[in-house]
């Protein structure tokens, strides 16, 4: 595959994961509204995180020039903050 090739791969598998990431954090929160359950509010508010977490490094580094390690840092980041707070609706009663 081409630079350019792999470049449009890219876009459109981090497309997809913001579009299936909004859709469960979307699901997550109109239940959490429904039930009023804590834990369905940190499930809902950790699957956004991880959800731009994913798509953070590529949009930081093609529109504001951030270095692509910077951009990978901050996702990496924000994915295991996503992480710990799923973890905790899991532990929450």
């Keep these: 595959m081409t630079g350019i ?5 890219l876009a459109i ?3 997809l994961v913001l579009v299936v990431g ?3 954090t979307y699901f997550a929160f ?3 509204r429904r039930t009023r359950q804590p ?6 508010g950790g699957f956004g995180i991880v959800t731009l ?4 490094a590529g949009v930081l580094h093609e529109l504001l020039g951030v270095s692509l390690i910077t951009g990978v840092l901050l996702e990496s ?3 295991l903050a996503g992480f710990s707070v799923i973890a905790y609706s899991l532990y929450v009663q």
Excluded: W
């Excluded at 090739?5 to 791969?9: C, I, R, Y």
């Excluded at 977490?53 to 953070?56: E, H, P, S």
């Design 30 to 32: 109109k239940a959490y």
């Design 39 to 44: 834990a369905l509010g940190y499930l809902a």
């Design 77 to 79: 980041l924000l994915v």
């Design 53 to 56: 977490g994913f798509v953070l």
């Design 22 to 24: 909004s859709v469960i």
């Design 13 to 15: 598998v981090k497309t």
């Design 5 to 9: 090739e792999t470049a449009l791969v």
